[in-house]
């Protein structure tokens, strides 16, 4: 199994430009999240997905927008990025939802730098 | 909002010292979560505890729910075990409100030969 996979690993934009990131489990999980971090702070939730279809806000979701199209999959979305969202985005699946204390899976993670 | 604080922020040791990094966080919580990232950037889940201690090698994790306080313990340390230590807690499901984990800002740890 490739566990949680990520793509791309690292891209450059400029201030406007939109991109998305994929993230994709072979592990069949429900719950899948999109976390950023910066340097100084903690992990922190952008969206996340209780299943195929559904999302939801997390704690910093604004200039973000995700899709569930497929269980396995969850994109981030940047419509139009701004330097502010330089940062490593982080993509993690489980099995049953966070308040049930279930252990996340986490992707190598996405370097994203806007000029 | 739980807030979780780590400590040390930085600890450099030598090979073989006993290593104590602790956890404190502000609201109850269903379970806390103890994560390594490695240079490279990945992260990995270590433990996950709700009460009491649970031990992998020589790595051990402990976890007061009363005072709202976790350590994770290395015993024997070595330079392979340089990494960012990240502890997180998880909330009881709120039915809505967000789902994922709440982070640390983590301990980096540096193990000299």
């Known amino acids: 199994n490739a566990g949680v996979t990520q793509t791309p690993k690292f891209r450059v934009l400029k201030t406007g430009q939109s991109m998305t990131l994929l993230c994709a489990q072979d592990?069949?999980?429900?719950?899948m999240y999109w976390y950023r971090q910066d340097p100084g702070m903690g992990l922190r939730l952008i969206h996340y997905?209780?299943?195929?279809?559904?999302?939801a806000k997390g704690e910093v979701p604004d200039g973000y927008n995700v899709s569930r199209l497929k269980k396995q999959n969850f994109l981030l979305g940047l419509e139009s990025a701004a330097p502010s969202q330089t940062s490593v985005y982080f993509c993690?699946?489980?099995?049953?939802?966070?308040?049930?204390?279930?252990?996340?899976?986490f992707g190598p993670g996405t370097r994203l730098l806007v000029l | 909002k739980n807030e979780v604080e780590q400590s040390p922020q930085n600890l450099t040791a030598q090979e073989g010292e006993f290593i104590t990094i602790n956890c404190s966080y502000s609201v109850g919580i269903s379970a806390l979560h103890w994560l390594q990232q490695h240079p490279g950037g990945g992260i990995v889940s270590l433990f996950m505890?709700?009460?009491g201690k649970k031990k992998h090698g020589r790595l051990i994790a402990t976890i007061n729910i009363q005072e709202k306080h976790s350590s994770l313990h290395i015993t024997a340390s070595h330079p392979r075990d340089s990494a960012v230590y990240i502890c997180?807690?998880?909330?009881?499901?709120?039915?809505?409100?967000?789902?994922?984990?709440?982070f640390g800002k983590g301990t980096h740890l540096i193990i000299q030969p």
């Open positions: 993690a699946s489980s099995r049953l939802a966070g308040g049930e204390g279930e252990t996340q899976y």
């Open positions: 997905s209780v299943g195929e279809g559904t999302t």
């Open positions: 592990m069949n999980h429900e719950y």
């Open positions: 505890l709700s009460s």
């Open positions: 997180a807690v998880s909330h009881p499901y709120s039915g809505g409100g967000a789902d994922g984990l709440t």
